[in-house]
């Protein structure tokens, strides 16, 4: 049985090996090509002997990301801090309070989950152009709020239901805590995994947004990093290494962010969002 089962468990972390190594292939290509010096057409599997590191100093400045980073950063870290903020607070009362009304409007978030977001896009669009919000930062920070905010609502709700004891509550109001401090001084605190979680999958959305960033930044000067490369794939196809050299300069802060945070991400996604 004992050896049944170590067979098994070894055929699991083979398949996982296979599975990571098929995902890791073409981030191994897009490094490969971004260290080409120009008019190597060699294999893209073949690493390159000389390593060509000035590919990037020319591709930041070529393609100016240097205003484009600063326009994505400011947006994802905006709209993060936004839907951290309004989503614990909007889900605290949800997950405590087992009204109708809230049973309801919890419901509501749900089923706006399904609803694919460019189905809003032409009156949004209109809208936007109306209220003169056309090319600013505002319109793109409250557009990825009012995207992920019930997806932050459900993952919030369904963590402090599953995982938060309400005994640690009661102590503090036994106390004299208002509802407001002891969200933030006993709640809060405590929402660390499912805050990493929200982080990840929603400024990793944000910060590779393009279906949104080309219709409302459409000036030069707004435009996010998705939208630079685009323009800059399309004036250098012919020059593969230099879009390889930004586009793995436009990942690099994600994957960081992820690897700092992977693991208050599955802990935050299994107590949860699969039990909540």
Same mark, same amino acid.
């Given at each position: ?118 189905? #809003? *896009?032409?009156?949004?669009?209109? +809208? %936007? ?7 600013? $930062?505002? =319109? !793109?920070? /409250? ?103 930004? #586009? *793995?300069?436009?990942?690099?802060? +994600? %994957? ?7 693991? $208050?991400? =599955? !802990?935050? /996604? ?7």
């Amino acid at each position: 049985m004992d050896n049944a089962y170590k067979r098994k468990k070894r055929w699991y972390s083979v398949l996982a090996l296979l599975i990571t190594l098929l995902h890791l292939i073409p981030f191994y290509i897009l490094v490969t090509t971004s260290l080409k010096g120009i008019g190597d057409f060699s294999s893209k599997w073949l690493f390159p002997k000389a390593l060509h590191l000035e590919n990037f100093r020319t591709a930041w400045t070529e393609a100016q990301l240097g205003q484009s980073f600063l326009n994505t950063v400011i947006i994802t870290f905006s709209s993060a801090v936004l839907l951290i903020i309004f989503g614990s607070l909007a889900a605290y009362p949800l997950a405590r309070r087992n009204t109708k009304l809230n049973k309801a409007v919890y419901v509501l978030f749900i089923a706006i989950m399904v609803i694919p977001p460019l189905t #809003a *896009l032409v009156p949004l669009y209109k +809208m %936007v152009v109306q209220i003169g919000m056309m090319n600013t $930062y505002q =319109i !793109a920070i /409250l557009n990825n709020v009012a995207a992920f905010l019930p997806l932050t609502i459900f993952l919030y709700a369904g963590f402090i239901r599953s995982t938060i004891p309400k005994e640690l509550e009661e102590a503090a109001r036994i106390d004299g805590a208002g509802t407001l401090r002891v969200f933030f001084t006993v709640v809060f605190p405590l929402l660390k995994p499912i805050t990493a979680s929200v982080l990840i999958i929603a400024c990793v959305y944000i910060w590779n947004d393009y279906q949104f960033a080309i219709f409302f930044l459409q000036d030069k000067e707004m435009h996010t990093l998705t939208v630079a490369l685009s323009h800059f794939f399309g004036q250098n196809q012919h020059q593969l290494q230099l879009v390889g050299a930004a #586009a *793995l300069i436009a990942m690099l802060p +994600m %994957v960081t962010m992820f690897l700092l945070l992977q693991k $208050y991400f =599955i !802990a935050g /996604l299994s107590q949860g969002s699969v039990k909540g």
